[in-house]
């Protein structure tokens, strides 16, 4: 791949804002482009040869590296891109008697895809939490998939997985009762008519990682393989890269004299933030992780979406910071 390498991303997000001009210090030519969405990023790095990595959902990436093994062109370095709790994308009709999970047991639910980031993060958290287990729900998926070839999609036994009507949206299949709940991101607040399963969903998110220590990752920095076999070196010096642009937006957050969020009380929430979750809420790397990691690798593999056991390091790039 001649000329600057072109990394591909779902996003501006604050943490990537330095990684170009550090990586012109460390000596790689990096250029980054934002498309419209996240799924379309993960499309791009799929089927465009013009992309030398960018942002992956981390489980369609552990899917495929489970099939293809070496074989995967992708290679992931432990840069979470995208993290997030989950609690608050769980949605229901305003006037429906659902107030927890348990509650849905033998319900319907909808989702963009099974496999996707955020449906194993809740099914992980339905069954450790709640006694609710994959297969007590039945599935209703509302779109193709959108960062893994066809052929790569898993799908376990044993659990109902069906394909909601063609032409009808989430929001009017949850209206219409077609389903019982909805799994998916978007803008908040919530549509008329529908509201959040959890009532305080923030309260929920900080009790759970207060007993379990896990901030789940969503998305995950890949770059081809061909590009880190042809320098050795490259993988570490990219981490270091984005590890430090990261470093610098959480120093801006602590900014007392020019707003650099456009969010009153922005410092307010960067302390309560480090009370509850210390001084480094977003680490990079595997180590700091490990809670976070194990709970993944667990999730995966009950919920039948890996192809062969893997082991954590083939995964991601054991890079650490410095």
Not at 234 to 252: G, I, T, W, Y
Not at 254 to 262: C, G, N, P, Q, R
Request: with cysteine; hydrophobic share 45%.
């Amino acid at each position: 791949m001649s000329g600057p390498l072109r990394f591909v991303f779902g996003g501006r997000y604050d943490r990537l804002a330095d990684v170009p001009d550090l990586a012109a210090r460390a000596g790689i030519a990096l250029e980054l482009e934002t498309l419209a969405s996240p799924k379309d990023a993960f499309a791009a790095l799929r089927d465009s040869p013009d992309f030398a990595g960018g942002e992956m959902s981390v489980s369609f990436y552990m899917t495929e590296r489970s099939r293809l093994r070496d074989a995967c062109d992708l290679v992931a370095l432990p840069v979470w891109i995208s993290r997030a709790f989950r609690h608050s994308n769980v949605y229901v009709r305003e006037d429906s008697d659902l107030r927890t999970p348990a509650d849905l047991r033998g319900g319907r639910v909808g989702l963009p895809e099974y496999g996707m980031t955020m449906a194993v993060w809740l099914r992980g958290l339905f069954a450790d939490e709640y006694g609710l287990a994959p297969e007590d729900l039945r599935w209703v998926t509302h779109r193709a998939a959108t960062g893994l070839d066809e052929e790569a999609v898993r799908h376990p036994s044993g659990v109902e997985i069906a394909v909601a009507p063609p032409g009808t949206s989430p929001q009017e299949n949850l209206l219409g009762g077609r389903i019982d709940a909805w799994i998916g991101a978007g803008t908040a607040p919530p549509a008329p008519g529908v509201r959040r399963l959890f009532a305080d969903a923030f309260a929920e998110e900080r009790r759970y990682f207060a007993r379990s220590g896990v901030f789940p990752v969503m998305h995950v920095l890949v770059v081809k393989r061909a590009v880190l076999d042809g320098d050795r070196s490259l993988a570490p010096r990219l981490f270091a890269v984005f590890d430090e642009s990261k470093r610098r937006a959480q120093r801006r957050l602590w900014s007392t004299s020019v707003a650099y969020l456009t969010l009153p009380w922005a410092l307010h929430a960067a302390e309560e933030q480090t009370r509850i979750m210390g001084g480094d809420p977003w680490p990079y790397g595997l180590a700091a992780n490990a809670p976070t990691l194990d709970a993944l690798m667990r999730y995966m593999s009950r919920q039948g979406l890996l192809w062969d056991d893997v082991p954590l390091d083939e995964f991601f790039l054991p890079v650490e910071p410095a």
